[in-house]
């Protein structure tokens, strides 16, 4: 198996409604480091997993829909659950998206999988991950 | 599949009874950075795989057994056989029967796994991975 | 010359008012990687430049006046102005002020330098350097 | 399950035939940070997944092949094709025949599997997973 | 005193004609880790050292001018010179070089100095640091 | 002002007699990443810092006079004093003395400097910096 992974960063405010995030219930924010994974069987044609440009650029379109927002007002987020986990799925989801529209050889070779790690601190991260759906 | 991870670090003391190791046969010590991650395939009632909270404080409760000791002395690691590999596995189980003992919504739903990773110097690492027991 | 270093971290939200910063006015936030250096000529009774957990205390009691709150509300930045450079400087005066009051066996011995490195990205940082008071 | 990893790293030369690679068909080269990660379902009798020593210098037996090379004329990649996936390849393949000629006392115990991550920048790598033979 | 820092990378070819060398007289390559650093006593209009956008954008540029290249054709190198402490030096020149052309409310207050370290891999690195003219 | 790094690491144990240390009094041990600096007015004959190759030599070789023993048995750190800016400073002295001994070619050029920094977990570290003595 081949895995090929780029990372980009976002910036972001939110808070949390649930009373079980204690402190966090605050406005505060984060920087998530984002690292992104495609893993396929066997590589394309130009012998790599995908399009690395591709791929980054992917990541940055995906990340400008987030950047320098407040997390609170993002429609995928309702009732202020902007949580790790739930971040790096919206963000999975974009970018499983925008994955299969692709041009059939600069996109990674299935069944390919996709997972997404965002860290939120030098000791916290989550990761989501998923399989790409057939292009 | 939902990841969660978190890290913290232990010192410790130790020596190996086995030839095969060579200088570490001889007193010496180590600094484990310790990694720990729990995916399970759906978040719970709070949209996070578990209480972040809860498991920073069970890997740091582990790691109090631990640290600042000589694990030559330690009962889990008999005849000096404390592997950085032994040591990943002995945190894990350790960690693995804190995690059966968490009220349900602050718990990982199940099936769930645990992985731990210790990195012993820059340039070395070892892991242990285990299904977690239904609660 | 002898130095000792801590890190901490600290999650923010903040926004700017001056049209310079482009689209960081928006309110979003950044997790701060804080590394915090105290430099002496010379190493104390203990033979450590000071006490670490006395650092380390100091570093989270500072930062826990920051954590989970959103800076454009806080008095030290008025009219949003809390820069990477300004959040390190703020910091920095409070690490300062609370290290003249340690006992003089846990302080660090004079003339000591304080220096303080906020990491706003894995690709951006900014730091601020000062001589600690005589205490 | 149990892993033990190892890391190294190699400077070398190259460039892409393939029009796809844009700017990087240009000669220019890389230095690849190299991890490499052994599984195995249970230790040997030494209560570890392999020796470490060993691997250390099998790694760096397999990159001495490499290092302060120009890959444009290694027969691995004909026609100048070292893609990072390709390179990450080739490495596994040589280290995983070099496992194989390990005494049995420290070789890992089967099934067992090797992966192997090149990172080629702070923002980009690649890895090759696969199955090891049985000794 | 105030630091801003950013980071950035670059992947090039190279070789030494200098028997000192070894086996880095034969072609191969590098990835540098580039971090450069702009230090100033006050903070100007903006409360920030400098514009990190604009230092960012001046650090691609000039690192535009070594990617994806053969450091042995550049005329900075004659004699193929470019050990990782030149490549410092002159990256660190032309930086500077580009400072001075910014507009005086995004420039840094002087006297200001630059720091440019290259990672040439994960156990060795440069540093060049020189005062930066006044503008 | 051009600097030259390398880094390795070391692995002991030790203990502190002194009360101050808390539970550190307790045997325990540690890891030190190890990075070391030396910085130079300007570069020699071979248009670097010095021999890289020399550098790592001699750290490698100061750090096998401590690697995988205990340091309470050690007489540079008499009634159990091996705090990790003691050490620091213990190995910047070595390696200074054998800087002194290399050819002329090989050195670097006066006034030189030289920076030991210890990292002794992920999140404490300690630095003993002094000027080289003219060879």
Same mark, same amino acid.
């Given at each position: 198996?081949f895995?090929?992974?780029?990372?980009?960063? !976002?910036?972001?405010?939110?808070?949390?409604? *649930?009373?079980?995030?204690? $402190?966090?219930?605050?406005? +505060?924010?984060a920087?998530?480091?984002?690292?992104?994974?495609?893993?396929?069987?066997?590589?394309? $044609?130009? %012998?790599?997993?995908? *399009?690395?440009?591709?791929? %980054?650029?992917? &990541?940055?379109?995906?990340?400008?829909?987030? *950047?320098?927002?407040?997390?609170?007002? +993002?429609?995928?987020?309702?009732? %202020?659950?902007? #949580? #790790?986990?739930?971040?790096?799925?919206?963000?999975?989801?974009?970018?499983?998206?925008?994955? #299969?529209? &692709?041009?059939?050889?600069?996109?990674?070779i299935? $069944?390919?999988?996709?997972?997404?790690?965002?860290?939120?601190?030098? !000791?916290?991260?989550? #990761?989501?991950? &998923? $399989?790409?759906?057939?292009?």
């Amino acid at each position: 198996m081949f895995t090929l992974g780029v990372s980009d960063h !976002v910036m972001i405010a939110h808070s949390f409604a *649930d009373p079980f995030f204690g $402190p966090a219930q605050r406005l +505060h924010g984060a920087t998530y480091a984002v690292e992104i994974e495609v893993s396929t069987p066997a590589l394309g $044609p130009h %012998r790599v997993v995908m *399009d690395i440009g591709a791929l %980054r650029a992917i &990541l940055r379109g995906v990340l400008e829909t987030l *950047d320098y927002t407040n997390l609170d007002d +993002h429609p995928a987020f309702p009732e %202020r659950t902007s #949580t #790790t986990e739930r971040v790096a799925e919206h963000i999975a989801v974009l970018v499983a998206k925008r994955l #299969t529209t &692709l041009p059939a050889d600069a996109a990674p070779i299935g $069944p390919a999988r996709l997972r997404v790690r965002l860290g939120e601190s030098p !000791v916290a991260w989550a #990761t989501f991950e &998923l $399989p790409l759906p057939a292009p």
